[in-house]
């Protein structure tokens, strides 16, 4: 069975840093292009980051040079660094591979 499971989430301050974690089970995520998206009270789902199977990353507008994704093959998972949060970056974060999403991991930045 393919399974995503994120961790790491919590309550920051702005300007705080947080790590996700996104655990793979049932496939070798090594092959496939990974995402992450995030999803804000009351908004759609919004595609933030991605990285190919070269290891090439991808990011939306409103996260560059914020965030990092990174990837670590041999055990299955891949991260998202937070750093510099905003308030506007509180959502469930979710990461993905094709249709299959995990169930995410709540992120929330408030003072």
């Known amino acids: 069975e393919v399974q995503l499971v994120e961790s790491g989430g919590g309550l920051v301050q702005p300007g705080g840093s947080l790590r996700l974690s996104c655990a793979a089970s049932?496939?070798?995520?090594?092959?496939?292009?990974m995402d992450w998206f995030r999803q804000a009270p009351g908004k759609g789902l919004e595609w933030v980051s991605g990285?190919?199977?070269?290891?090439?990353?991808y990011y939306s507008d409103s996260v560059k040079g914020r965030f990092t994704i990174s990837r670590d093959n041999a055990n299955n998972r891949v991260y998202l660094q937070l750093n510099n949060l905003k308030t506007e970056d509180t959502a469930m974060y979710h990461c993905?591979?094709?249709?299959?999403r995990g169930q995410g991991t709540q992120v929330t930045v408030s003072s």
């Open positions: 990285i190919n199977s070269g290891g090439t990353t």
């Open positions: 993905a591979e094709g249709r299959t």
């Open positions: 049932g496939f070798s995520l090594s092959k496939y292009r």
